[in-house]
């Protein structure tokens, strides 16, 4: 369709069609000091939005033969202060708080008495490595029914002797392959891997793993919510 | 497909040129948004692997690359994750956004790469890089661009699907094991943004050897003095 014009015509349609594309400055928001954390904020906030939408509790996350281990020296310790707070094995418990029928302090023994389950699992650490291991312990999700959870209670956060802290959705507490765990390599915790009790949980990524666990609170609002999360990492994080 | 294109003539000097619209505003805006996402998820993407640079195991750890910070966005790993998971969603948007409207409007036959442009690779190669003679222009993208631009898009796919395994290599296993585990996918990932930067340096350099007029017209839709017939 040739239409003869003259060229004032299109220099006025060609602005018009460049002033089209203002949209794309909003992005320059990002660029803006005072926007940016904000915006940053709610973008990493959509996307544990969409990944607690994604996260299927029937799904399993994969499992290894032996043969697929990483061996346990080249297992990575992991921590933020030290790799050893010395807790006193003899006198520790898991004391039991927040919205529960029975609140308290339970031992290793009483907790060890839950149906045990191992599996080999992929650990995968927010720096972008990864290990296979085997984890033997007690699911999150019998040791809720055994303190009598609140079950419309939505979040489940531990605290650790290394003044470590985190939380889990209540989904992803009540996954069958998540476990309080106190064997490795199916020997008991050795203390740089968080004796005698830590989170082993494959549909998550590495720092929610917390180790030397002392604390165990059931709750329907969330506080802080990690130690690495409260200084902007992702909240949800599911694998 | 019927190409917009007008005849111009000059007020002052009476001289007639020609001009297509080549571009339409859903191409451009995705081109533009699309620009600002990769360098965003290219700078990100960069920060988050200084914090393993390697793709082997962790102990011990032999690192590729010791990745300098200058070329690097987000200041530390929380930081680029925060660059990197919101930016997604924008380069996500972006691509589905381009894809659905080349689609549906037809406008994907301009860069779709097809058997019938095959022929047409190799003089245009002799053209760029062995002083060849310049093949006759038919439409707007010679063969080489449009394998160019079908590539930078298959890319785009790939390293959505490829960040997706990494992402979420449990809820969406079934990526991951195509990609060969977790592990791999990762160094997919890593594999298809230098591809897509190779891409990007290719077409920069493009871009400042051919054309002014090339860039206004992802600007304003509007290319003068086409060298192909207009209709």
């Known amino acids: 369709m040739n239409s003869r014009t003259d060229s004032r015509k299109v220099k006025n349609v060609s602005r018009r069609e460049l002033l089209k594309l203002t949209p794309v400055i909003a992005l320059g928001a990002f660029a803006i000091p005072q926007l940016q954390k904000p915006l940053l904020k709610g973008g990493l906030g959509f996307s544990d939005w969409a990944s607690a939408r994604l996260f299927r509790s029937g799904h399993l996350a994969s499992t290894f033969a032996d043969s697929d281990l990483t061996s346990f020296d080249k297992f990575p310790i992991n921590d933020y202060d030290v790799d050893d707070p010395g807790v006193d094995f003899d006198k520790w418990t898991l004391t039991v708080t927040g919205a529960v029928q029975k609140p308290g302090d339970y031992t290793l023994e009483q907790i060890q008495a839950l149906p045990k389950f191992t599996q080999n699992t992929r650990h995968v650490c927010v720096e972008g490595w990864d290990v296979i291991g085997r984890f033997g312990g007690v699911r999150i999700a019998d040791f809720l029914k055994m303190i009598g959870a609140d079950p419309t209670a939505r979040f489940v956060t531990v605290e650790c002797a290394d003044d470590y802290y985190e939380s889990l959705d209540m989904a992803t507490a009540m996954h069958p392959q998540s476990l309080l765990c106190y064997e490795m390599y199916g020997q008991p915790l050795t203390r740089e891997h968080g004796a005698p009790l830590r989170l082993s949980i494959p549909t998550k990524i590495g720092y929610k793993q917390a180790k030397y666990l002392t604390d165990l609170k059931v709750s329907h609002v969330l506080g802080k919510v990690g130690y690495w999360e409260d200084q902007g990492y992702s909240e949800f994080y599911g694998l | ?231």
């Open chain 2, 1 to 231: 497909m019927a190409t917009r294109a007008l005849t111009i003539e000059d007020v002052k000097t009476g001289e007639v040129t020609q001009a297509v619209y080549e571009h339409p505003f859903v191409v451009r805006l995705c081109h533009w948004v699309n620009a600002v996402s990769l360098f965003v998820m290219v700078g990100s993407g960069f920060q988050i692997f200084r914090a393993f640079p390697s793709f082997g195991a962790k102990i011990p750890q032999k690192d590729l690359i010791n990745w300098p910070k200058a070329f690097a966005l987000g200041g530390w790993l929380g930081g680029a994750l925060q660059w990197h998971l919101t930016f997604m969603w924008i380069y996500i948007a972006t691509g589905l956004l381009y894809l659905g409207y080349q689609v549906f409007s037809g406008n994907y036959k301009q860069v779709l790469f097809v058997r019938r442009d095959l022929p047409g690779v190799w003089p245009m190669v002799r053209h760029y890089f062995f002083f060849g003679p310049k093949p006759p222009v038919s439409e707007a993208y010679n063969p080489l661009q449009k394998h160019a631009y079908t590539s930078a898009i298959v890319l785009g796919a790939l390293s959505v699907l490829t960040g997706v395994a990494v992402w979420k290599p449990v809820q969406f296993s079934w990526l991951a094991w195509m990609m060969g585990g977790f592990h791999l996918a990762r160094l997919w990932h890593f594999l298809i943004m230098w591809a897509m930067l190779a891409f990007v340096f290719g077409h920069l350099a493009m871009v400042v050897l051919h054309g002014w007029n090339n860039f206004v017209s992802m600007l304003t839709g509007w290319k003068k003095h086409p060298e192909y017939p207009s209709e």
